[in-house]
Every structure is written in structure tokens, then in C-alpha cells.
């Protein structure tokens, strides 16, 4: 059994590789402040014997002996990351510090959650990880892809200068059940618009493209990559590269629904990329891994899910 702490472990992703961890028979410290995440995500959890729930910011040191680290903490929709963009810089940077730290000390090996988001709006398509990307460091996604970039720097330097056992997963857009409702990311507003028959907002002309990967796949190529020799640290890109515009999502999603809603356009977010699509060719040869479910299944088990909380 190993003992294994996850940071973010409320939220969406963290609730759901918490889940698995214990599945799998690790004993699961989940850390978190509650800022996007919540108790609810993971009061399924809270009657095993083998699961912890603590109350913690990662901009604060924390101490605790665990043989794996999982730093998930970091809100990660544009609304949620935008609210506080101070507080998103620190999360990314001074967490990355406070638990690079943790894993130097007790020997650790740790797996950082960054994005494709480090590819900001991308000249080359799909994006490799060797793509050293193109993000406007003064923008308003500045907090959120700069403090991701900073995270993997930190990562890096601590595993060239301190010998820390590190893993970088870049994660490509992710949904599935738990996503927060008010979350503000694409998937959840335009299911929860179409089941609540409100217009469904798509900002700019919907052709921009992004790569939609359901919680499951990307759990398993995290397990995955933890679990690969010492000498591979990544970055590695994990998503599904199934590319789609945001038009086709919003008929996808009201065709799926049976919904009477109507398509609305609204004003394109500043810096907002215009398309997104991962090269998985180094999962697919180091992890043998890649992603199994489609959108239409994905959405489908979705959309389930938020009926239940609708
Ligand atoms: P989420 O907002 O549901 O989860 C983030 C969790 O981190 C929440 O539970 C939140 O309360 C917690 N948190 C935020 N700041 C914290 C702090 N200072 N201290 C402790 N806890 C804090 O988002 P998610 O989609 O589950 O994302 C999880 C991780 O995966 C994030 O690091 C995100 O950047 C990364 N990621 C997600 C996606 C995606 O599509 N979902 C894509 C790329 C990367
Ligand atoms: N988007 C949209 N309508 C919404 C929410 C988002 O058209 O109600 C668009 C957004 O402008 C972006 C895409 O959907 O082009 C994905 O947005 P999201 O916030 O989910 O993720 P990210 O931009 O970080 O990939």
C-alpha cells in the first residue's frame, strides 16, 4: 500500500483520481482549500478507512509523509482563475515550491498537473511537447498559463538540482461528471443551458477548436505516467485528439439532450486560442496509453450526471 497525498483532491479531476487511488488500494491524503472544489465531490469517500480529508492552502507549507505526490491544486476554468489572478500565481508557483519541497524531504516522487494551456493560442497544430508555445505573458490568461509554465520550470530545476523524482502531465481539456456547474467552462455551460432550455452561449463564431477528454482516460494516463521509470519526467501531452468547434459541441450537446434551447453568439474572450489538438505520439510509445472513450459516449455519461443535479 502506498500512501499517496492529492492536492485539489475536492475538485473535479482530484475527486475523481482520489477515487480511483483507493480503488487501486493506496492509502489517499486529499488537500484542499475548497476554493472551486467542495466536500460533496468526495463525501462518497469519506467512510473509507484508508481516506483523509484536510483542510489546506498550498501557498502554505505542509508536511506529511506519503510516498507520491499529486498536485492538482489550481482552479482551472478562466472564470475561476481570473477572480483572483494573484492568488492563481501563487497557487501554481509558491504550491509548486511548498510541494517540491514536501517530496525533496520525505523522497517523494510527484506528478505535476499542467495544461495545454503552457501552448497558449498555438502556431503549430496539433501541439507537440517539444511546441514551446505562444502566450501573451500580460494577458488575462497570463495568471493561469504563466504560473503552469513557472510550475514546470520549478519542476524541472528541482529534479536537475535536487535529485526529486518528478512527472509533468499536460493536460488537454477535460470534462465529465463533477465538473461545477457554474464552473464556467464550455462543457458544463452549454449542458446545463440545454437542459435548463436557456440560450446556449458560444463566444466569438463557435469554429474555434478545442480536443474534449472524458475524467476517465486522463485518470488512467496519470496512473500511467506515475508509474513509468525514474528517468522519464516528461512534459507529456494527455488528451484525446478528436478536435471539434464549439458550434459542433453546442449541436452535439442539444441533439444529445433532446433540448429546445437556441444558439446565441457572444463576444470572443480576450486571448482566447483558436484551436487546440494534442500530438499523443510520446503516450502512445511511453505509456501505451490512449484515450478510449469518444465525445459522444463522454457526453452522454455527462449529461447523466448533471440531470441527477439539475
Ligand atoms: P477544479 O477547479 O475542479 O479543481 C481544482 C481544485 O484545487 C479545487 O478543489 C480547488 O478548491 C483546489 N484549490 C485551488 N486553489 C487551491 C489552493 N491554493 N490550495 C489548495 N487547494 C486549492 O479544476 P480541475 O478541472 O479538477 O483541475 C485540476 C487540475 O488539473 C488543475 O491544476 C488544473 O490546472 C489542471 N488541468 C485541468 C484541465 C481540465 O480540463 N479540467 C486541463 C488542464 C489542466
Ligand atoms: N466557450 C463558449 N461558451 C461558453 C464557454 C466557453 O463558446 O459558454 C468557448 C471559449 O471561448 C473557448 C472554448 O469554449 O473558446 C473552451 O472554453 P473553456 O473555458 O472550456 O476552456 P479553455 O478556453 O480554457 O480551453
Not at 482549500?33 to 478507512?49: A, E, I, R, W
Not at 511548498?98 to 520525505?106: F, P
Not at 490568461?141 to 518528478?166: M, P, S, W
Amino acid at each position: 500500500m502506498k500512501s499517496i497525498l492529492v492536492t485539489g483532491g475536492a475538485g473535479f479531476l482530484g475527486s475523481h483520481l482520489c477515487e480511483r487511488l483507493l480503488n487501486e488500494g493506496n492509502e489517499v491524503i486529499c488537500l484542499d482549500n475548497y476554493f472551486t472544489g467542495q466536500k460533496s465531490n468526495v463525501v462518497h469517500l469519506m467512510d473509507h478507512p484508508y481516506f483523509e480529508l484536510v483542510r489546506h492552502d498550498v501557498t502554505a507549507p505542509f508536511m506529511v509523509e506519503v510516498d507520491e505526490i499529486y498536485n492538482l491544486a489550481c482552479p482551472a476554468s478562466p472564470v475561476h482563475y481570473q477572480y483572483n489572478p494573484i492568488k492563481t500565481v501563487k497557487t501554481s508557483v509558491m504550491g509548486a515550491i511548498n510541494m517540491l519541497g514536501l517530496a525533496k524531504r520525505v523522497k517523494a516522487k510527484i506528478l505535476q498537473a499542467s495544461t495545454s494551456e503552457v501552448y497558449g493560442d498555438p502556431e503549430q497544430h496539433p501541439q507537440t511537447e517539444s511546441y514551446w508555445g505562444h502566450v501573451n505573458p500580460i494577458g488575462p490568461r497570463a495568471c493561469y498559463d504563466e504560473g503552469k509554465r513557472c510550475a514546470e520550470t520549478l519542476f524541472v530545476n528541482y529534479h536537475q538540482q535536487n535529485d526529486v523524482r518528478i512527472k509533468i502531465i499536460r493536460i488537454f481539456n477535460t470534462y465529465g461528471p463533477r465538473m461545477h456547474p457554474n464552473d464556467g467552462r464550455v462543457v458544463s455551460n452549454f449542458i446545463v443551458q440545454a437542459l435548463q432550455g436557456k440560450d446556449i452561449t458560444i463566444y466569438g463564431d463557435g469554429m474555434q477548436t478545442r480536443s474534449f477528454q472524458y475524467v476517465d482516460d486522463l485518470v488512467e494516463g496519470m496512473l500511467r505516467l506515475m508509474a513509468t521509470p525514474d528517468e522519464f519526467t516528461g512534459p507529456v501531452n494527455i488528451g484525446n485528439p478528436g478536435e471539434f468547434t464549439m458550434l459542433e459541441l453546442a449541436q452535439k450537446i442539444i441533439e444529445q439532450t433532446a433540448s429546445k434551447s437556441k444558439i446565441v453568439f457572444m463576444p470572443l474572450p480576450a486571448d482566447d486560442p483558436m484551436q487546440r489538438k494534442p500530438d499523443i505520439s510520446l503516450a502512445k510509445k511511453v505509456l501505451d496509453w490512449e484515450p478510449a472513450i469518444g465525445l459522444d459516449e463522454g457526453l452522454k455519461k455527462t449529461i447523466s450526471y448533471f440531470r441527477t443535479i439539475i
